[in-house]
């Protein structure tokens, strides 16, 4: 099992920045890729980043590309999320994930292990 602990979630105005962190505990080693989604109130969940560890590569979606950056220490189990830019669109309960493997990333179901996820608000 992998445990995940999001934070950093809050109230922003739009145009503001955000970092949001994600602690990975447990069988760590049983992953290689990571990844934030996020979901809004009456939407679907959504892909947002991903990094691959083996890899050494990242993908984006697009509604957030050039806006959010997505870094990671192996060695120390962590995975931000950089958000520039923020909009009102922007809010919605951010999630961080661990999974093996890169296939399928934007597909919530190819996530193995889910964090409790972050409130991000952005007001207009």
């Known amino acids: 099992q992998v445990q995940l602990v999001e934070s950093g979630g809050g109230l922003v105005q739009a145009g503001d920045s955000l970092r949001l962190s994600c602690a990975a505990s447990?069988?760590?080693?049983?992953?290689?890729?990571m990844a934030w989604f996020r979901q809004a109130p009456g939407k679907e969940r959504e892909f947002v980043a991903g990094i691959s560890w083996t890899g050494g590569y990242d993908t984006y979606a697009d509604s957030v590309k050039g806006r959010f950056t997505i870094s990671g220490d192996n060695a120390a189990n962590m995975v931000w999320l950089h958000m520039r830019n923020l909009k009102p669109e922007d809010t919605a309960v951010y999630y961080c994930?661990?999974?093996?493997?890169?296939?399928?990333?934007?597909?919530?179901?190819?996530?193995?292990?889910w964090g409790q996820g972050t409130q991000v608000t952005v007001s207009s």
């Open positions: 994930t661990a999974r093996v493997g890169w296939g399928y990333m934007m597909s919530p179901s190819a996530h193995t292990y």
């Open positions: 447990g069988r760590t080693f049983s992953s290689n890729a």
